[in-house]
Nanobody, 119 residues
Framework: VQLQASGGGLVQAGGSLRLSCVIS????????MAWYRQAPGKQRELVAT???????NYADSVKGRGTISRDNAKNMVYLQMNSLKPEDTAVYYC??????????????WGKGTQVTVSS
């Protein structure tokens, strides 16, 4: 199972980005999917989660600016970030709890995509 994130880049403050992550491999189903981020010198932090049923949860720092969504048919998760701030600069990682069979699952991480917001 592999997760491949894309969509990062350099954007000016106030701009927008849409991150995408595709999960590939031998998958039974995908439970919770999420985006995390890690800024230089800081711990990795949760940005947003989305359950298989579509229930979402956001870090306070991105509430109102970020939208997580998923396409179960394509095994993809997205993060739309608007009104970006310099403090959003970080490497963004996608995460998925993948069921490899009906009763066995594992957590997987993508390699990350860099988001840099200039002031």
């Amino acid at each position: 199972v592999q997760l491949q994130a894309s969509g990062g880049g350099l954007v000016q403050a106030g701009g927008s980005l849409r991150l995408s992550c595709v999960i590939s491999g031998k998958i039974f189903s995908i439970d919770t999917m999420a985006w995390y981020r890690q800024a230089p010198g800081k711990q990795r932090e949760l940005v947003a989660t989305i359950t298989n049923g579509g229930r979402t949860n956001y870090a306070d720092s991105v509430k109102g600016r970020g939208t997580i969504s998923r396409d179960n048919a394509k095994n993809m998760v997205y993060l739309q970030m608007n009104s970006l701030k310099p403090e959003d600069t970080a490497v963004y990682y996608c995460y998925a709890n993948v069921l490899l069979s009906a009763d066995y699952g594992m957590n997987y991480w993508g390699k990350g995509t860099q988001v840099t917001v200039s002031s």
